[in-house]
């Protein structure tokens, strides 16, 4: 357990915090979870990013000043 632990760098404490939490799962789903997370990680950057922050900025001050919802309405 000790080699183990010393080649993937983590503690002991760790590698069984992953096993309890991961030792239910196939390939199959450790697989897809990964792309899960991965995608996951891509949208927060996204989120982030100034491009979207003004966007999001332009929506909301069109929708205080209610052009917005006219168009919705109409």
């Not at 491009?51 to 929506?59: C, M, T």
């Amino acid at each position: 357990m000790d080699d183990l632990c010393r080649q993937l760098g983590v503690s002991e404490a760790t590698f069984y915090v992953w096993k309890k939490k991961y030792a239910h799962l196939v390939m199959s789903e450790l697989h897809r979870l990964r792309q899960f997370e991965d995608e996951n990680s891509r949208l927060t950057q996204f989120g982030r990013s100034s491009w979207y922050r003004g966007f999001v900025g332009r929506i909301k001050r069109r929708c205080a000043s209610g052009l917005v919802i006219e168009l919705m309405t109409a």
